[in-house]
């Protein structure tokens, strides 16, 4: 009697663990049977909102139902991340967000912030990549023979330590990261100037308050009507508008990417084929020459799936947090 409930129990398992498989199957299979949620953790009109929408508008093409985008700004995209966190992990809500929410604000923000970006998501795939210009004004007499990162480098050595200020959109803020670690790399000191925004920073450095400044793409116009004059690019790549601009590592200052992106994280225990199938379309997007086009003001393309992606998100929060903790960056928390 015993053996055969101890067969019945085996069989019974068996055949949930299947039924299970079949179900995950079709689950994936089917997917999305109904409308997708994409909450945003900032307001309309910016980069992530963009590449969100964007996004949302390929896949209600390509998979028959509605990507709806939910905007939920404030707390650095914490309430979003929150909303999301909470939400059934079946597929249909994701958080679209920046990579300052995943890899930068956990170490900042790290006494109040109520999620954990590897516990409570599972990435799913980036949108797009918004690398850094190193720009320095051209007008500026104290860089008339500066040609490159190398030579700026040179001045600032030149003069007392301290002596010379950069600015950034703000204490913490991605523009200030980069500076410190090439600060750090080529063993130089400048005073940081913060400011409120990176529209800010870029009134700052076309008016000589501060002399140089990593920029967004915005910095663009300027460089090409000779306000600006571009010294390197923050990501490890070159960007198409800027061809004959170099990248910080290309310049000799080591392994060097530093660059906000946009990517796509559902709640950790989604299904992985899921998980694996919306990765597949959101990439798919990204290869949409209508997405790439309206996208090209923000950045270039970055194409990671949810394993690589897993991956860069491990690599850059830990090199973050080197920097954070070498450069002493503390914000109020």
Known sequence: MLKKRLLSRTALAAGLMLCAAFSSVAHADNYPSKPVRLVVGFAPGGPVDLGARLVAEHLTRE???TFIVENKPGANAAI???????????????YVTSSSSITLNPHLFKNTIRYNPKADFQPVATITEMPLILVINNNEPMFKDVKNLKDLVEVVRKNPSGKLAYGSAGIGNITQIAFELLSSRAGIKMNHVPYKGTADAQKA????????VFDSMSAIPHIKNGTLRPLAISSNRRIAALP???TVQEQGFGDFDVAS?????????????VVQRLSQKVLAAGKDPAVVARLSAVGPILSLDAAAF?????KESAELLRVIETAGIKVQD
């Open 261 to 273: 992106w946009v990517g796509i994280f559902v709640p950790k225990a989604t299904p992985a084929d």
């Open 244 to 246: 004959d601009v170099p």
């Open 80 to 94: 979003a991340a929150m909303a999301v966190k909470s939400a059934p992990a079946d597929g249909y809500t994701a």
């Open 205 to 212: 450095i076309l008016a000589r308050e501060v002399l140089m």
């Open 63 to 65: 998979l028959g139902q």
């Open 310 to 314: 897993s991956t860069k998100i491990d």
